[in-house]
């Protein structure tokens, strides 16, 4: 019999997550290993540093650059309000006095007598991180972050866009079939994930905004309507920096595709519990899927872990199709042949046939799919 490995998308009520929290830049964190955190807590903070507005002061007053630090009112290090003076000319006789006003607020960083130029440093931003999971401190990671370790449900799905947020999970369908119309999205949808069977369309997903949902889960979502309601092509860039108002998880694939049943039911399980989401994708190296996190409450289970993102690939197995022409289409494996076949494009590869959940039977390169790991 032949026997593969390949990558799969996980569907599972439980597993070991970690999840690494890092700064942009060097800062401070704010937990400790063993420390238990919610995905709304602050595990580490820094401060990037503000814009810089540089000031030509020898052009606007019409004096050569060396005279420039004459008429500073401000020095360097100092700290200035927008609209404060920061230079003035002596004038003549102590009349006709030429007055220069912060434009910014900030420090002023720099008093040039060679460019006769002053920079200005605007106040720096803070950011923070947060947990993004309940969990436990697992490890931090001195002045860059931690990482975090959760037993959770845990669902991968295909496509998304938005970045991360946090739910309660409301199924609003009654069956994976069935198509996220907007009369289904209630006023009672703020704040929560909804969740959809076979479709989402354009309509249905600015209905989602319109009521303060912050995700939706779908089967299915047609290409055309992602370019409606984002405004431009996507192309083939990372996705989940998209700020459009919701977080959209798509399970299975473009076009109308029913959620897989597994899906639908740990959903269904999980309802009134609060997710954490994220819509981020990756299709090339480096994969990063879209994904559905519940944690669980209680111990954390140091002893199961995830292990490697993919599994067996044997007769029986249930598969997802990623790449076209059945992109996205469910498939149970039928028939694992050993030697190459060679394709329309005479390349010679390896193959597998399976059985669409429509009932056709199709033979596919082993690289066109994903084991679906419940």
């Known amino acids: 019999m032949g026997h593969a490995y390949t990558p799969g998308l996980k ?26 955190v919610g995905a709304l807590d602050v595990v580490a903070r820094t401060f990037l540093p503000g814009n810089v507005e540089s000031v030509n002061v020898a052009n606007k007053f019409s004096l050569p650059p060396e005279d420039v630090p004459e008429v500073m009112l401000a020095k360097e290090g100092d700290e200035v309000e927008k609209g404060q003076l920061i230079a003035q000319t002596k004038g003549l006789f102590g ?6 006003p912060a434009p910014v607020k900030g420090t002023v ?6 460019t006769g130029q002053v920079l200005l440093r605007e106040p720096p931003h803070p950011v923070q991180v947060n947990a993004y999971i309940d969990g436990v401190i697992e490890k931090v990671l001195p002045r860059e972050g931690v990482v975090i ?41 703020k704040g929560k994930v909804v969740v959809g069977g076979s479709l989402v369309t354009n309509v249905s997903l600015r209905r989602a905004v319109e009521v303060g949902a912050v995700g939706v889960v779908a089967g299915g979502f047609h290409d055309k309507d992602l370019k409606n309601f984002l405004g ?11 700020n459009k108002g919701v977080t959209l998880i798509v399970t299975e694939g473009f076009g109308s595709i029913a959620m897989a049943h597994d899906t639908f039911d740990l959903l269904q399980r999980l309802e009134g519990q ?7 994708t990756q299709i090339r190296a480096g994969v990063i899927r879209p994904e559905i996190i519940v944690p669980k409450p209680g111990d954390i289970d140091t002893k199961s872990t995830p292990g490697e993102e993919g599994g067996d690939l044997l007769v029986g197995t249930r598969i997802r199709v ?11 494996v039928t028939d694992l042949p050993i030697e190459l076949t060679q394709l329309e494009s005479e390349a010679k590869v390896r193959v597998l046939k399976a059985k669409l959940v429509s009932g056709d039977e199709v033979i596919l390169p082993r690289a066109n799919v994903e084991l679906i790991e419940s």
């Not at 998304?160 to 069956?175: F, N, P, Q, Y």
């Not at 990623?322 to 149970?332: C, V």
Request: hydrophobic share 40%; with cysteine; proline share 5%.
């Open 149 to 189: 370790r959760t037993q959770a449900a845990f669902i991968q799905g295909i496509f998304g866009i938005g970045g991360e947020t946090h739910g309660a999970i409301k199924v609003v369908v009654d069956s994976p079939d069935d198509e996220l119309t907007p009369d289904k999205i209630t006023e009672d949808c």
């Open 232 to 242: 431009f092509d996507l192309g083939v860039a990372i996705t989940g920096h998209e």
């Open 109 to 114: 960083e720099n008093i040039s007598g060679i």
């Open 95 to 100: 009349l006709f006095k030429s007055e220069l």
């Open 274 to 280: 609060v997710a954490s989401i994220n819509g981020a």
């Open 11 to 36: 569907v599972t009520p439980n597993a070991t997550l970690t999840k690494e929290r890092k700064l942009p830049l060097l800062g401070d964190v704010l937990v400790e290993e063993g420390q238990q």
């Open 322 to 332: 990623i790449r076209e022409p059945y992109f996205g289409r469910l498939a149970t």
